[in-house]
């Protein structure tokens, strides 16, 4: 019998002595590479431990996988495949660090592909400064490559085994995946599980933390082409026990003196949703609709119709918070957050993609998916019916809709926003801003001269207009650039950092935009009929430093706020300003009720006196006397009566409430399930095209999706 036939997975050219070492060398390499990327991993970035024993089989499994392609080639073929695979897989490992490090979140493959697309340059100092910053990490994560590269020719050889054997290391990786399988349904405890997960396409940084990254890339491959099954149950009872009084709503006079009569019919349409859920096309749409059905409508109050017929003009500031409001440095924000609707719980967390999301959460009135499909992307992909969005309520009452961003196409805006309604200018489509000699805009663009290049376009109207603005100039990295170089002078007397310095001249930009909007439309005779709403899209979350500067306190320890940890910070860094104000209100009206983004639209659908289903938003009415909510991208969430944390299960009632254990655990499960229909319901309602079909609009996706 020949060599080949007595050892058919042996190599040749080396010592018997050395045969056994290299076999299990060659064996082992890629699941000991995993097992230490995701060690390193989990170490340095400060996650759990306790979920070892999961990520430690899926990374065994992972690693056999990957070797078993290394095994049945000539030498030289086997070499380089085995160095590269070592060194791409390594480089993954960095590429998310460094992106969890600047944009608060791991990127599954997907969306690491989106936000290569979204102009990696507008990031470069901030790219270069966390890399550099990071050299020692990246030296570690690929010092077992380097070795590889390096010295795996004389400690592994390389040689050629025979296919065969390549074939049962395989059958070990699936021996060693169906281990991993087993120890994800071990009863582990808390809100999401590993099994959870699993099954989901969302919340990568739990996958990252339970599942590990090498778990988390894989899955978000397979889903790619397989849409995970939707796990969400059908349980709506005690839903609608929810829909009680709010105790922190406006305040108002108390007085017995009699007043007007208020309608407070529910805001609802006649939409018959039951109907809907038995003639579903699709088990999603029926879903929805036995979910909204079963809902608590907010009712119509004393502020309903307050502005029926105003223009409104609604902004969302790039990287704002309002602790960067001053009556001396940003004076117009001092008085429209002052002087109009004052929210005093008004929260914009981080979500997923930041902006983007920030942008799904205002303009749709809906909590995003904490993962892939971008939501707000996706609509324009799909050409999603947004029935409820302003742009589209206010285009039915026959106002003139205009939407505009000084900065290049991202995350498919053009797309997405023309969609949702508006006639969409941004660079390179219909509005200018300054270039550099090579065309490029001189980044980042001026705020005022967007104001200025646009107004234009809509203040001598003679309809009512609706027009939103995406403002740039506050877009980090927060260095001395040509939006501070116009406030140096002022900021450099302030006792902050430089960084924290140079950030409140990007918020004293966007007051001199909104300072010379409001001169436009006064001088145009339309100041008192016009509504004006702006918002952060999200807090400076690179630079969160800033907001203690800002704020005179500690949201919690240097690493908790580098990665915004949410088990361990203040949920208070989130604390944010919502303007709506109008010249022609009296007098400021306080609010104390929790809310957030999601709320806005419902909030001004009201206040516009348009009609809408209150039902069919993630968010309410803030001025209504339904109960607030605020839901946090880990899933935490604090109402009127409490706050709840998810990583310890506890419910901390809030101030003033009291409430027995057993009314405690009943209204913290309702709250649970609430929380998570609300956050899975957004991408049933843009894959499905729901409101398309619930309000009987035949659309072509139906003709091309074919109700599925």
Partial sequence: MSYHGKRAYAHHGHSSEMEPFQTLGRVLLFPLLLVYLELVLHIYMKTSLSYLPVYLVFSVAGGLFCGAFTLPWHRRANGIVTRVLAVLISLVYIVEIIAKKILQSYYPLSTLGTAAGNRLTDYSEVITSTVFASIPIILLVMLPSILICVLGGRFLGFERFDIRFAGLVLAAAAIFHVAGLGVIHLPWKGDLTPAQLYQMDTNIDDQVEQLGMWTMLRLDVKHMFIKPARNVDADFSGLGDLGGSSASSSEGDTSQEEKPVIDISPNVMDVDLAAIAENAPNDDIKWLANYFNSVTPTKKNEYTGMFEGYNVIQLVIEGFSGYAIDPELTPTLYKLANEGFVFNNYYTALHYTSTSNGECQTLLGLSPKNGNPITMKRTGELGTNCYFSLAQQLGRE????????????????????????????????????????????????????????????????????????????????????????????????????????????????????????????????????????????????????????????????????????????????????????????????????????????????????????SRMLAGSDILSDSEGLVVFTSRCWKTDRGFYNRYTGEFTPAAGVTMTAEEQESYVSTMKKLVQYKLDCTDMIVESNFYDYAFGVVSEYYQVHGGN
């Fill in 398 to 613: 026959g106002y003139l809709v205009n939407g505009y961003h000084g900065n290049y196409e991202m995350y498919g805006r053009q797309d997405s926003h023309t969609n949702l309604g508006y006639n969409w200018k941004q660079f390179g489509s219909g509005l200018e801003v300054d270039t550099n000699a090579n065309g490029d805009i001189a980044w980042p663009a001026r705020d005022t001269q967007v104001i200025e290049n646009s107004v234009d376009d809509y203040l001598n109207s003679d309809k009512p207009f609706h027009v939103y603005y995406l403002t740039i100039s506050g877009h980090m990295p927060y260095s001395d650039n040509r939006i501070v170089a116009n406030y140096r002078d002022t900021v450099r007397t302030l006792p902050y950092s430089e960084t924290t310095q140079n950030y409140i001249a990007t918020a004293m930009e966007a007051d001199r935009a909104l300072e010379l909007l409001l001169q436009k439309l006064e001088e145009a005779g339309k100041l008192d009929k016009t509504l004006i709403v702006a918002t952060g899209d999200h807090i400076p979350y690179f630079n969160v430093d800033t907001l203690e500067e800002l704020a005179g306190k500690l949201f919690g320890s240097s690493e908790a706020l580098e990665s915004l940890d949410e088990s361990a910070i203040d949920f208070d860094v989130y604390k944010n300003t919502l303007i709506m104000w109008s010249a022609s209100m009296e007098e400021p009206i306080q609010v104390d009720k929790p809310c957030c983004q999601v709320d806005i639209l419902p909030t001004l659908s009201n206040l516009l006196g348009l009609e809408y289903d």
